[in-house]
Structure formats: C-alpha cells, structure tokens
C-alpha cells in the first residue's frame, strides 16, 4: 500500500504551466494525456542519521532502485542533492501534484521516515538544452 510523503510546505496559488503543444493530449486516440512539469524538493525525515552519509543510510540501495525506476519511468528528468546535502531538487514530469505526491509515497524511505516532500510546484520550463543541437 502506497503511503503519501507528509509535505512540509504547499506551493503557491498561482496560474499552473500551461502544456507544450507538442505533446499529445487525446487518450482516446491512443496517445498519452497532457503532462505538467514540477520543481520537486525533497527533505530529510524524522529518521534520517545525521551522523551517516546519504549512502550509508538504512536502505539505501532499495531507495535508490526506486529513484532510478522514476527516472526510467520518465517521471524524474533531472535532480540530486542542492548545496549541503540536506534537500535534493528534481524536475518532474506528472499529470499533477497528487501524482507526484502519490508515487514519492512509495520509496521506501517515505515508510521509514527517512525522507519527505519539502514542496511540489508548478514548473514552466522554457529553456532546455539537454536536446540542443550542438554548437558550430
């Protein structure tokens, strides 16, 4: 049973992106529903050992087979650790909040109490190189 992440903090009222056009929006012609992008931050939990490492926390390799299994899913575009260590920032791709929220929920340091959702928010992404043509 999936468990939800408990937020810290909601994001702000606000317009919410609008979908890129060029992604296709009509299940029922077989394509997949529109999709929202979200700057996802990520906080260390209750449990989490401040005296260890990321990597020598409890469960760590079944944590980062989940986190690995969301970038092969696509939900997951790009992230990892800010600054100290203490959030991590990730780009996400979902069909809203609760999605996001919902499948954080099951990595297996949520149940721990290891980690949980700092802020979900809206994210219009406007520039992205990572499919840039090589400059001349």
Same mark, same amino acid.
């Given at each position: =049973? ?5 937020? /810290? ?10 979908? @890129?056009? $060029?992604?296709? !929006?009509?299940? +029922? ?5 529109? &999709? ?6 990520? /906080?260390?939990?209750?449990? %989490? @050992? ?9 469960? %760590? ?9 969301? !970038?092969?899913?696509? &939900? ?14 990730? +780009? !996400?791709?979902?069909?809203?909040? $609760? ?9 297996? %340091?949520?149940s =721990?109490?290891?980690? $949980? /959702?700092?802020?979900?928010?809206? %994210?219009?992404?406007?520039l ?7 400059a $001349?």
């Open positions: =049973m999936a468990r939800t992440l408990q937020r /810290v903090g909601r994001a702000p009222a606000g317009p919410q992106p609008q979908p @890129d056009p $060029r992604r296709p !929006v009509s299940a +029922a012609a077989g394509t997949l529903p529109a &999709m929202a992008f979200f700057a996802l931050t990520l /906080v260390h939990g209750p449990n %989490w @050992d401040a005296s260890r490492p990321i990597r020598e926390q409890q469960a %760590w390799d079944q944590h980062a087979a989940f986190m690995d299994g969301l !970038v092969e899913e696509g &939900m997951i575009i790009i992230g990892g650790p800010l600054g100290d260590g203490e959030q991590t920032l990730h +780009a !996400v791709e979902a069909a809203d909040e $609760r999605q996001v929220e919902t499948r954080l929920g099951e990595d297996p %340091w949520a =721990m109490g290891l980690l $949980r /959702v700092g802020s979900i928010q809206p %994210w219009a992404l406007w992205d190189g990572r499919h840039a043509s090589p $001349r």
